[in-house]
T-cell receptor
Framework: EAQVTQNPRYLITVTGKKLTVTCSQNMNHEYMSWYRQDPGLGLRQIYY???????DKGDVPEGYKVSRKEKRNFPLILESPSPNQTSLYFC?????????????FGEGSRLTVL | GEDVEQSLFLSVREGDSSVINCTYTDSSSTYLYWYKQEPGAGLQLLTYIFSNMDMKQDQRLTVLLNKKDKHLSLRIADTQTGDSAIYFCAESNAGNMLTFGGGTRLMVKP
């Protein structure tokens, strides 16, 4: 089944404790992206990747890192989480630039930073 | 930068039509999208419209685009309780780079 898989789905952590949210897609998509969803603000893009070893900042990259060493994986790293990073995070993927831009989303990872 | 605006909330009775509205600012938008988010799930593409189209119909869904006013709407005919969800409008002018609105929560009352 074609899907985008995120882990963990739920996490409660404390300020400053490094964490990684993994994202994996099995559709051989070139494009992958991370969003955070906050009430009333919709989805805001954190980082995106056009292909392996190609990543770029989105609208709200501060406090986050990403890597794209393999096509299928695009982990989101919070080196020193802070309470303002409490949010619902979505990973998404897409075949590439020559398409309608339809994004395929994971089910989300709800992160709470105390 | 680009901006996409939606009202936060819409309530309708089962069987009525729902109309969710969206405005955007980027005049070079190529595609405009409607995504649906059910509780506890990620977003799923409902439908999209290319910017040179005025209307697109897909079963119970009708998308209207007024490019002059930069206004997009989604009409759901014969709304059912299963249509209760958050609906996101989005636009792009460069393939995968989508800008999303804040989402409209649709509540369908029996």
């Amino acid at each position: 089944e074609a899907q985008v898989t995120q882990n963990p789905r739920y996490l409660i952590t404390v300020t400053g404790k490094k964490l990684t949210v993994t994202c994996s897609q099995n559709m051989n998509h070139e494009y992958m992206s991370w969003y955070r969803q906050d009430p009333g603000l919709g989805l805001r893009q954190i980082y995106y990747s056009m292909n392996v070893e190609v990543t770029d900042k989105g609208d709200v990259p501060e406090g986050y890192k990403v890597s794209r060493k393999e096509k299928r994986n695009f982990p989101l790293i919070l080196e020193s989480p802070s309470p303002n990073q409490t949010s619902l995070y979505f990973c998404a993927s897409s075949p590439g630039t020559r398409n309608t831009g339809e994004l395929f989303f994971g089910e989300g990872s709800r992160l709470t930073v105390l | 930068g680009e901006d996409v605006e939606q009202s936060l909330f819409l309530s309708v009775r089962e069987g009525d039509s729902s109309v969710i509205n969206c405005t955007y600012t980027d005049s070079s938008s190529t595609y405009l999208y409607w995504y649906k988010q059910e509780p506890g799930a990620g977003l799923q593409l409902l439908t999209y419209i290319f910017s040179n189209m005025d209307m697109k119909q897909d079963q119970r869904l009708t998308v209207l685009l007024n490019k002059k006013d930069k206004h997009l709407s989604l009409r759901i005919a014969d709304t059912q309780t299963g249509d209760s969800a958050i609906y996101f409008c989005a636009e792009s002018n460069a393939g995968n780079m989508l800008t999303f609105g804040g989402g409209t929560r649709l509540m369908v009352k029996p």
